[in-house]
Every structure is written in structure tokens, then in C-alpha cells.
């Protein structure tokens, strides 16, 4: 049986760009089995943060895998967990000073709110318009990043609040408006449905991710942590998409100068290997009593583990934070001089190597054009996701050791495919 065939037996579940069926991946590059080389500037929704099959990161999996493969946390202590939740305390703010482990981003955020929880003995929590934290039951009620991720799913689990994120593209305000007014609609939730009494947590992405790559100003994030001061709600920062690197600051929250109560992490932290992460303080930890959360593969895999030790070495060593501030800021600048041939209006937004494109044509999302950008940049060997409430924000993600080279490929392709250029 030829394997395009195979496709049938897969779910029709998942939305996919691109068809292509990939046998390898090396840096930047996949190749398919017709040997074809595209340029993955979606790193896998920004897992393969250091690339396809960095050495470091392959070497570290093969000497882990012949010495212990799982090592269950009820069971046992594994010695690379350990030394891995040591290296990471080491990069985490001081506010957060123990880990719980897991598999995915939505298992971090179940968590996550469980702690927060217990912690406090509060029921609620607020999350933010166009929030995106999962597709689990309370990660999808926690999510307001599209109908999609709802729908026909609903009543979710209830105690969940939204109150507005400060995304002044949209409101079409100042940056100075847009916080005044998105505090006020918080402390409004907080005086007439959900008081700071009730309220476990605040959870919030530094930048929206699958809402459409939008940075939330630090006066926003610093009118959270005093709230949070002032009443005791805790504040959930969901790093799982801008954490490791990626927004040219380890965590995309230091942009703002702000602590978080709780830390979730995921995605780029094992550079493809399935693992989440929960930081908190031990104080916090120790009021979530043994057993009140865990799970077989709570704990992740001792291979995930010695993934994420690489990968934090890789970063160290390869100075990748910087190449993402560096290189992030000329793709922006790239992006800058290329938009004007958009016939509407564009916004290029981001911090490092999380760069959105928002498109938008008489006042609306242009959906249309970023599909037809999105399918030329293909057809020219370029993969580029799309996001936002709108479907009309392209959005960039390229590993984080990519080189300003490729960038340049990248962008001459984004230009012709914006101009209308690709046959
Ligand atoms: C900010 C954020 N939180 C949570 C999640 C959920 O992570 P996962 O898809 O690994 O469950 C995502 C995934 O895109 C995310 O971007």
C-alpha cells in the first residue's frame, strides 16, 4: 500500500495547512519522502525550539533511553528528574522554586488551577478574552481564542470568568487607554460576579499565542500583580507557548518586570519530546496535599527529562536567548519594510521569535488573504502557521537558533507572496 494512502487511517480531527508527509528534520528544514526541503518556521507550534534533531538534544536522548526509560514518581526518584528540576530552579524567577511535572501544556494548566485551588480554597478563576490554554475540559472553558475550541462542547466546567486582554490593535485605542479600561473591566468582574474572596487565580499568557500574538503591555501585568498583592488571588502566568527563550527573554513575563505565583511551561522546553511543566514557590506547593494531584506519567518521561537538561544547555551554550532578541528584531524590521505592499492594513507585533502579522482590509480580519499567503509561502517551501481571533494574524516561530539567512529566505518569500507573486 502506498503511504499517502495511510492518511485514511487518521482522524479527520485535526486542521492541517499542509499534507506533506516529512520523513526528516534537520535544523530549520523538513524533507519530505518525494525529497522536497521546506523552510519550518512553525517549529512545531514552537516546540523544536532548537532546531529538528539538534545533536545535543538526539545525543542526550540515545545515552538516557539505554539507561532508564521511565522512572515513576510515586515509585521512585529519578536522578535525571532531579538533576533537571535543579537546573531549572536555576532558571526560573526567584518566586518560583519547585516543580510538578507532566506531559502536555493543557495538563500544566489543569494543574495549575487545581493548585491554585487548593492553595487558596477559593472556587473561581478569571481568564482573559482571546486566552488560549487547552483543549482539556477546564482548559477549554478557560479558552476564548475562538468558537472552535468550544463549540458544541459546551456547558464546560463552571467558575470560570473572563475579563478583557489589552490588545489596543483591536480596540483601536491607546496603549495607556487600552490598560486603563481593560483594569477597570477586571476590578468591575471583580465587584459584581466573581469577588477577589471567591477568586482562586488570575491566568493569563504574556503574550497571546493562539489569540493572535499579541504582547500584553507591562502596565497591565503590573496592575495584575497589585491586585493580586492587595487581595490574594494568585497569578497564573501561562508561559507554555513564549517560555524558553523564545520572546528573547527567558520568560516573556521578565518583559514586564513582574513575578508570577504560578509558572506554566511546556512546548519548547524538551525540544519535541512531550513535557509540561508547574513552578510554584515551596510554600504554595506544600499546601496541595500528597495525592491530591499526580498521575501514571505525572512526572514525565525520564527521556522528555534529559531532552530538557539539552535543551537548557543548548540555550546556555548557544546563546540563544540573544540570537532570539537579535535575529527577532531584524525579522520584525524585515516584516516592517515588507507590509506596506499589503493593500489594507498590517500590524507586525511581537517580542523575539514570537512575530505576528495581523491583516486587516475595510475594517475587518482578513482571513482570506492570510489563507492565500499562508498557501503561497507553501507552495514556495515555506511553512508559516496563522492565528488570532480573526484567522488573520501570520505568525512566526522559527527555531530559535535560526540563522538571519534563513530569515532572509523566509522573508523574500512572505514579500512575493504578499505581492501576489507565487504562481
Ligand atoms: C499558552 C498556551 N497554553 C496552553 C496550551 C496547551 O498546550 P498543549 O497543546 O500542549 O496541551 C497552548 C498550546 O498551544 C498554549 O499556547
Not at 470568568?161 to 473591566?185: H, I
Amino acid at each position: 500500500m502506498q503511504i499517502s494512502h495511510c492518511k485514511e487511517a487518521l482522524s479527520d480531527v485535526w486542521g492541517r495547512f499542509n499534507n506533506s508527509i516529512i520523513v526528516r528534520g534537520e535544523g530549520s528544514y523538513i524533507f519530505d519522502d518525494q525529497g522536497n526541503q521546506f523552510l519550518d518556521f512553525t517549529s512545531g507550534i514552537g516546540v523544536t525550539a532548537t532546531g529538528h534533531c539538534h545533536p545535543q538534544i538526539v545525543g542526550a536522548v540515545k545515552a538516557q533511553a539505554s539507561q532508564l526509560l521511565f522512572g515513576q514518581m510515586n515509585c521512585m526518584l529519578p536522578e535525571v528528574t532531579l538533576r533537571y528540576a535543579t537546573a531549572l530552579r536555576a532558571k526560573t524567577p526567584s518566586s518560583i522554586e519547585t516543580f510538578f511535572f507532566s506531559n502536555s501544556g493543557a495538563e500544566a494548566v489543569e494543574g495549575a488551577i487545581k493548585l491554585a485551588r487548593m492553595a487558596t480554597g477559593r472556587p473561581n478563576v478569571i481568564a482573559f478574552e482571546g486566552g488560549f490554554h487547552g483543549r482539556t475540559a477546564m482548559t477549554m472553558a478557560l479558552t476564548s481564542s475562538k468558537k472552535v475550541y468550544r463549540e458544541g462542547f459546551q456547558p464546560l466546567p463552571a467558575g470560570v470568568f473572563f475579563s478583557p486582554f489589552p490588545n489596543s490593535f483591536y480596540y483601536g485605542w491607546s496603549r495607556e487607554e487600552t490598560v486603563r479600561f481593560c483594569l477597570a473591566q477586571l476590578e468591575r468582574l471583580l465587584q459584581t460576579q466573581s469577588s477577589a474572596d471567591e477568586t482562586a487565580a488570575f491566568i493569563i499568557e504574556p503574550v497571546l499565542g493562539e489569540g493572535g500574538f499579541v504582547p500584553a503591555p507591562a502596565e497591565f501585568l503590573l496592575g495584575l500583580r497589585e491586585i493580586c498583592d492587595r487581595t490574594g488571588v494568585l497569578l497564573i502566568v501561562d508561559e507554555i507557548q513564549s517560555g524558553f527563550g523564545r520572546s528573547g527573554e527567558m520568560w516573556a513575563h521578565e518583559h514586564c518586570g513582574i513575578s508570577p505565583d504560578i509558572l506554566t511551561m511546556a512546548k519548547g522546553i524538551a525540544s519535541g519530546l512531550p513535557m509540561s511543566a508547574i513552578g510554584a514557590s515551596h510554600e504554595l506547593m506544600s499546601r496541595w496535599v500528597p495525592g491530591a494531584h499526580g498521575g501514571t506519567y505525572g512526572g514525565g518521561s525520564a527521556i522528555s527529562m534529559a531532552a530538557a537538561l539539552a535543551t537548557l544547555e543548548v540555550i546556555e551554550d548557544e546563546q540563544l536567548i540573544e540570537n532570539a532578541r537579535v535575529i527577532g528584531s531584524k525579522l520584525k524590521q524585515h516584516l516592517e519594510a515588507i507590509v506596506p505592499k499589503y493593500s489594507g492594513t498590517a500590524d507586525v507585533r511581537g517580542h523575539g521569535l514570537m512575530v505576528g502579522v495581523e491583516l486587516i482590509s475595510d475594517g475587518k480580519p482578513d482571513k482570506q488573504t492570510a489563507i492565500r499567503i499562508q498557501a503561497d509561502c507553501l507552495k514556495s517551501k515555506l511553512l508559516l502557521l496563522i492565528c488570532g481571533t480573526g484567522g488573520n494574524v501570520l505568525r512566526w516561530l522559527p527555531p530559535l537558533n535560526v540563522s538571519e539567512q534563513e530569515i532572509d529566505i523566509a522573508c523574500k518569500i512572505f514579500e512575493s507572496a504578499i505581492e501576489g507573486r507565487v504562481g
